[in-house]
């Protein structure tokens, strides 16, 4: 049965999109085959939109599947945690559960395809090839499985896997590749939480030779690299050693900026955990002075970091970095909206950016991105203009993914979090 989206406002993904009126969308299973007018036929399912906007779902580079971003009183021990949710077959059964409810949460919020980056075990992949089986509802998903690190590393013994030798770590990438892995995960540096001492956020954990193992393997299977940076100098590191996305990032000079360009890679801003820890009430989080101190260096090297690469051309991406403390799988149109202000890139860029230039760092740029003739029908309908207010995205009126039409989708909201959140706006 083909479906026909009639009388529609079209923004179409591209850098410097402009609602179109009333354009009508044909899709034929999961592909888009018509755009313009379209004459509906006997059997059309025909959906009249009345004048709603219709643009490309949203694109998450960023997710953690196992965490919902839920507000907890205590910091949790996520290493504990992994080890009881992968004691044995009920355990992963039930976490798995919970990835695929997270991962519909995704997308009945309008994100049709997400990119995870660091999970347990190999459960991301085989929730992927569960929703493309059409065994579960939820985004198309590139997955990474479990991250390599480091002893002592960020997230060692949860979602990242340590390696102490190059040896190890190729052995680690060749596993990954085998089970199933889109890409490779590196925890190159430390993280906030994980920070000792005031000013020093984001130490360089992984050495330079594992770092480029990893990716002359990775690439050697045809993988590309993400790698969690939060401190210069791990950057330098993941820069000058084949790293394909710098995650989070930091302050960039010119020598950085050029090997970026010369190897076509791209910073992923995630600006959505970095606000709440740098700016809300420390008694709130549970954090301390030092903490938070550091989360607003961190805050404030990635955001700079952002503006260099816009600055010379060099692609830059988004992610929310769901499973950190008020970052839900919800909230995507939020990253937009922290991106517009921080980086200072008008409403139409930022749409593009978790659009058609998401897609095109992740490589699908063919398959998805934008409303073109051939592509998936990865579809979101809001009732307003989201490039007047992002807030638009907020409550989707229709989202469309892997050939099911959602409408209406209903989505379980944590309200003290957004309460927060919103007061921030």
């Not at 503006?307 to 008020?326: M, Q, S």
Request: charged share 20%.
């Amino acid at each position: 049965m083909r479906t026909v989206f009639k009388n529609g406002f079209l923004l179409d993904g591209t850098e410097h999109m402009q609602p179109i009126p009333n354009i009508d969308i044909a899709v034929t299973d999961d592909k888009i085959t018509h755009i313009g007018t379209v004459l509906p036929e006997q059997n059309d399912r025909v959906i009249d939109l009345n004048g709603r906007y219709l643009m490309p779902g949203l694109i998450n580079l960023h997710v953690h599947l196992p965490a919902g971003g839920k507000p907890k009183k205590k910091p949790m021990d996520a290493k504990k945690l992994s080890a009881f949710a992968l004691k044995n077959r009920l355990t992963q059964a039930f976490v798995l559960k919970l990835c695929e409810g997270y991962a519909r949460t995704e997308l009945m919020s309008g994100v049709t395809t997400i990119r995870t980056v660091g999970g347990l075990a190999n459960l991301d992949s085989i929730l992927r090839d569960k929703i493309l089986q059409g065994k579960a509802i939820g985004p198309r998903i590139l997955a990474s499985n479990f991250a390599v690190g480091v002893p002592g590393g960020h997230m060692d013994g949860s979602v990242a896997h340590a390696v102490t030798t190059e040896k190890e770590a190729v052995e680690l990438v060749r596993t990954l590749a085998a089970g199933g892995a889109d890409l490779i995960k590196l925890m190159i540096t430390g993280g906030v939480l994980d920070a000792e001492v005031k000013g020093s956020p984001g130490v360089l954990k992984m050495p330079p030779e594992i770092v480029k193992a990893c990716c002359d393997e990775a690439h050697r299977l045809g993988l590309s690299v993400a790698a969690h940076a939060e401190g210069p100098e791990g950057v330098r590191v993941a820069v000058m050693n084949g790293v394909d996305t710098i995650e989070h990032g930091s302050v960039l000079d010119r020598e950085e900026v050029e090997v970026l360009r010369r190897h076509n890679a791209a910073v992923i801003c995630t600006i959505s955990p970095a606000v709440p820890m740098a700016k809300f009430d420390m008694e709130l989080l549970g954090i301390d002075e030092t903490v938070q101190y550091n989360s607003n260096v961190v805050y404030e090297n990635m955001i700079s970091g952002v503006k260099t690469a816009l600055e010379n051309g060099i692609p830059v991406g988004l992610g929310t970095d769901t499973g950190c403390p008020y970052t839900t799988h919800y909230n995507m149109w939020r990253e937009l909206h922290f991106f517009r202000k921080a980086a200072g890139v008008s409403a139409e860029f930022a749409l593009h950016t978790a659009t058609l230039k998401n897609a095109r760092i992740a490589g699908i740029d063919h398959i998805t991105g934008s409303i073109e003739v051939g592509k998936c029908a990865d579809i979101l309908i809001t009732e307003q203009n989201p490039l007047s207010d992002f807030r638009a995205l907020s409550k989707p009126y229709i989202v469309v993914g892997n050939g099911t039409i959602i409408q209406k989708p209903k989505i379980k909201k944590y309200a003290g979090c957004d309460l927060e959140l919103d007061r921030i706006m």
